[in-house]
């Protein structure tokens, strides 16, 4: 007689009761969901996107909520997530969530945060990875085992100009290594006024570009002078990796600081100083 039950695939394990899904997008499009990925969510009671570290530009929460089939995509903004994502956390005590995050679901510091939130809470926690920038860079063509420690680059204002990203850009060169910047983004932020005010008005979404990075760089290095923005040294900027209309420029700080790449997202590579043949002959196809 045949088995009542249809035999166990190595595919993915069952789901299970109480579970917070943290899945990863991918970069491109609602298309690059894993099959694991989107099976987890669609069983899933809620699902949130996180939509303070990163996004998918161009696709609205409701247009990736038509693509997955599923009712409902609920925005994990900036306030949601820095308070501990707490409405989150409770419902996944007692109901399968989805937690979705452009990239990678743990390449940012926040997420992993949220991991251990939810196993103290006795919360089973379930990943799904996928591609994030900090793989897809290669697609430059440098090599990612001689890439050192990945900075971030923040917009600066008037009063607040931080420059220690200048420091570990420095100290990766010294060692031979490229530098992966991550360049900002601003969404949902609040002037200063409507904060203390208490008034949920925000400002329109920013994105940094690599040109605006560079000027920042460049702006150091006039002071520090250590070579790491000089206006010959070699750099890599690239844009909406992932997608059809992705770019890839190679040229010197002075070349890419003038350069257009187009819509977000933008994230600059700083070249060591020395590169295998390889690296330059494939960056030669980008320049």
Not at 106 to 115: E, K, N, P, Y
Not at 234 to 257: I, K, M, P, S
Request: net charge negative.
């Amino acid at each position: 007689a045949a088995s009542p039950c249809p035999p166990q695939t190595a595919r993915s394990p069952p789901l299970v009761a109480m579970v917070l899904w943290m899945i990863g997008l991918g970069l491109g499009d609602a298309g690059d969901i894993t099959v694991k990925g989107l099976e987890a969510l669609r069983k899933s009671a809620k699902v949130y996107l996180e939509a303070y570290t990163s996004v998918l530009p161009g696709l609205s929460r409701d247009e990736l909520a038509e693509a997955y089939g599923v009712p409902e995509i609920i925005e994990a903004d900036r306030e949601l997530v820095e308070s501990g994502c707490e409405e989150m956390l409770q419902q996944a005590e007692t109901e399968e969530v989805s937690f979705l995050v452009v990239g990678d679901a743990l390449c940012a510091t926040t997420h992993c945060d949220l991991w251990l939130r939810a196993r103290q809470r006795g919360v089973q926690v379930r990943v799904v990875h996928n591609a994030s920038v900090m793989s897809a860079v290669a697609a430059c063509g440098l090599q990612l085992y001689r890439f050192g420690e990945t900075v971030s680059i923040p917009f600066w204002v008037d009063d607040w100009k931080p420059a220690s990203f200048y420091d570990k850009i420095l100290a990766n060169s010294k060692h031979g290594l490229h530098t992966l910047c991550l360049l900002d983004i601003k969404v949902k932020e609040q002037t200063v006024e409507n904060m203390m005010r208490g008034r949920k008005i925000y400002e329109p979404p920013r994105f940094m570009t690599v040109a605006q990075a560079l000027e920042q760089l460049m702006e150091i290095e006039k002071d520090r002078a250590e070579g790491v923005a000089a206006e010959g040294a070699e750099v890599v900027g690239v844009a909406r990796l992932g997608r059809e209309d992705q770019a890839v420029l190679f040229g010197t700080c002075a070349e890419l600081a003038k350069a257009d790449l187009g819509g977000p997202l933008h994230s600059l590579v700083i070249c060591a100083g020395e590169m295998h043949e390889l690296e330059r002959e494939f960056l030669e196809y980008h320049r």
